[in-house]
């Protein structure tokens, strides 16, 4: 296990600023997930802990030891790829093993070693195959096997699923989150995907043009996210955006776009007066709108669908209200048409609030 | 039991042949030809290697022996003092005999230089080449772009134009005439060849193998030996053929820099047999099949590493 510090971390191609003043502790055991859409630094974030990419500016410690210069094979990380880089040449027995020879381990405890991690990963009757004749999940599990049977202090993962099928992804997955548990190592992973950052992290990094935009648990990432960019990226169907103002309605405040009036209380009560006059964007998750019960919160309103999407085991619907356009999740058993008028309510505490110019969530 | 009904089927039209044919028998045609093309010269040379001197110039062509005369191998290889004088040459029909020229006996020497050379140029050069490739394609360093470009710049320059500062240099360095002058010659001309063989092949594979060997425990040079050389073999053994082969044939430099048999190579001693005083035309075939052996030999030994897809199943394709 090992404790990651990273201390104003920046990464310069050239003109081009890849990562930015990153500031990140990453502890012991831990499971982190670095999250973002393609090209944000998170993998260059990745790349400069495994040593693989010389940092710009900052300081990179390990265990309170610096490692600014120290080259990847003496740093004991373990690295998955996207793309399994598995040595072509070489067996699936001598690919797991190939770690382990470079650090000179005894014959018999690489033997012992490699066919525990084949057995834990349910590749034993694949040893004597080349990578060329395994499928892509097989070669991912070799490519785990690779790195867990060199005990490191750090795993490191660069989207190992994102070249897996659907059904593969999912119990790969459940590899990975069930290797983390049993392992306890430090786990440094990076995706695209937020069902999988979900799923796996004890915490996320968002990342956007190489910076950081949020770090929390997932709980606080999806309930509680920072700003527009956070609030957009986790989420499917994504949160409803509104653009709109604070408005005085009675003694209170409320926010409205057209024939959407929605009143504030309490906290968002609260982070409205601030605001002041200033224009809000209205955050709002599909499964946060009520349709199934009239009463109680911001009122009752109506909205006619346009649009039905069913999924199976849910359905997703735009409907509009005036001229804002919304998207709803229902439970399979709801009936939707379009055309159908919908009546829904927002119960307290679910709506999230941005200032419109920056994009940052209003304080409390 | 028939479970058709109706009208027997209509029975096909009958089709000309020739419009399916025709062009197949043009590309049969064709290739013949160029087999023919291509090996003909070679078969002639075997042939004629074993044929007597009157069997070579007798009109219309001689192609196959009547009978295997191995005279001249045994003369290469078990050179006897019985060389061909002037006098013994006027007393024979010309037309009859098998003249071992006077130079024969540096055949076999020429052969041993052509080998010594041209192995320690190909090991030099997967050597020299395999690092440089390696560190220009992977390693991301200050004057890389600079290096490559001067080093591919070098092989602008004809041959022709560097004969003469070798040469200077050599006979500075007391060298002319020797094997070694011949490896610094011929490492210098191959060199940038073979790097920018082994650059191109290093640059198509996948970076995350370099990175997976280096998060694996690899120094620079592990990932060389046990990933970039396993993997680039193809291109490896296609520069050590083409270094080797390189310097088995190179005869403008090997003319200028040698004059004993102490550096001289198979092509300038072959050469010589021409204005040998008894020219014999099947012994200088001979000696044309014994130069062309080795190469040959060389080429189906290590045929079976050219072949691609070396990187199946490394990464996701």
Known sequence: ?364 | MNVLSGPAPAQAPHKPIWPVLAPKLVILTGSLLFLAYVLGPIYWVFASSMMSESEIVSKPPNWVPDELNLQNFRSIFFYSEEKVTYETRRATDPTAGSFVPSAAQNLVPALLNSLTVGAWVAALNILLSLTAAYAIARIRFRGRNAALYSILATRVIPDIALVVPLFLVMRNLDLVDSKLALVISYLAITLPFTMYILINYFESIPVDLERAARADGCSHFQVLWHVFLPIGMPAVVASLLFAFLSSWNEFLLALILTSTINGQTLPIVISGFVFDFTTSFSFINAAGVVAIIPPVLLAILFERHIVGGLTAGAVKG
């Open chain 1, 1 to 364: 296990m090992a404790h990651i510090s990273c201390s104003h971390l920046s990464k310069n191609f050239g003109a081009v600023s890849v990562v930015r003043d990153l500031n990140l502790e990453v502890h012991d055991g831990e499971f982190l997930v670095l999250l973002g859409p393609s090209g944000c630094g998170k993998t260059t974030t990745l790349n400069i802990i495994a040593g693989l990419e010389d940092l710009s500016e900052g300081e990179l410690r390990f265990d309170g030891k610096l490692v600014n210069f120290v080259p990847p094979h003496m740093r004991n990380i373990a690295m998955v790829f996207q793309s399994y880089a598995l040595y072509p040449q070489k067996s699936v027995y001598d690919n797991i093993a190939f770690g382990l020879t470079l650090a000179r381990t005894p014959r018999q405890e690489i033997d012992q070693r490699v066919r525990a991690a084949a057995a834990q990963l349910e590749i034993a009757h694949l040893l004597d195959r080349k990578p060329g004749q395994l499928s892509g999940g097989q070669r991912q599990r070799v490519a785990l096997g690779r790195a867990i049977v060199r005990k490191p202090s750090v795993f490191l993962m660069d989207e190992p699923l994102s070249n897996l099928d659907a059904s593969l992804r999912v119990s790969t997955r459940a590899l990975i989150k069930s290797l983390h548990q049993a392992l306890r190592t430090t786990f440094v992973y990076v995706t695209h995907d937020q069902a999988e950052a979900m799923t796996l992290a004890d915490r996320i990094v968002v990342m956007n043009q190489g910076v950081v935009q949020q770090l929390g648990t997932p709980y606080e990432i999806y309930h509680a996210p920072r700003n527009v960019f956070v609030a957009a990226f986790l989420g499917s169907p994504q949160m409803n955006f509104v653009e709109g103002s604070i408005q005085p309605r009675g003694a209170a405040l409320a926010f409205v776009q057209g024939t959407l009036v929605l009143p504030l209380e309490g906290d968002d009560l609260l982070r409205a007066r601030r605001q002041g006059a200033r224009p809000v964007l209205l955050g709002l998750r599909p499964e946060d709108i009520d349709v199934r019960q009239g009463g109680g919160g911001c009122g009752l309103m109506e909205a006619l669908i346009t649009l039905v999407a069913p999924l199976g085991s849910e359905t997703h619907v735009n409907a509009r209200v005036g001229e804002v356009e919304l998207v709803l999740r229902l439970d399979k058993e709801t009936p939707a048409a379009v055309g159908d008028v919908l009546q829904f309510s927002i119960p307290r505490g679910r709506i999230h609030l941005f200032d419109k110019e920056t994009g940052i969530v209003l304080a409390a």
